[in-house]
């Protein structure tokens, strides 16, 4: 943990129905090659993640998905725009990077279930690649930091 001071991070979907402010020092963002990930997000899904709070507006135009046992994934009931992958019982948010207003502030920083990736594309990033076990393993070792 650094000293950093948290700042106000905020995102909105497509058509802005749905918006969210968190308070974080975090920059990374993490790419995700699952399946699940793939068909929901049409591509890799990049996540912005934050273990906290998270205050939306426009929160009754929140669509909300039980995608496992374990989680769930929300969309915008409007545009349609992926918002946010949700460990149950947890304050664990996987944000969609693509909803960030700064997306400037994001650095890439872990590609994980890189066992699942197609192999149509590849990231450049010279990141960490994660299979899904081992991602899942690193992941209960340290909790949702
Ligand atoms: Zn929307
Ligand atoms: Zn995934």
Same mark, same amino acid.
């Given at each position: 943990m650094t000293s950093e001071p948290s700042s106000t991070v905020t995102g909105h979907c497509l058509c802005g129905? *749905?918006?969210y402010q968190v308070e974080t020092?975090?920059?990374d963002a993490d790419v995700c090659h699952c399946?699940?990930?793939r068909r929901w997000s049409a591509g890799p899904y990049i996540a912005f993640g934050h273990n906290g709070p998270v205050a939306f507006s426009g929160a009754e135009n929140? #669509? *909300?998905y039980k995608s496992s046992e374990w989680a769930e994934r929300a969309f915008c009931k409007v545009?349609?725009?992926p918002?946010?992958?949700h460990l149950l019982g947890s304050?664990?948010?996987a944000l969609?990077? #693509?909803t960030l207003d700064d997306q400037a502030r994001l650095s890439l920083s872990k590609q994980i279930f890189i066992d699942e990736k197609p192999d149509y594309y590849e990231f450049a990033n010279d990141t960490p690649k994660l299979t899904g076990e081992e991602f899942i393993a690193a992941f209960q070792a340290e909790g949702t930091e």
């Open positions: 129905a *749905v918006s020092q975090k920059k399946g699940m990930c929140i #669509g *909300v545009c349609g725009s918002l946010y992958y304050e664990f948010y969609s990077a #693509g």
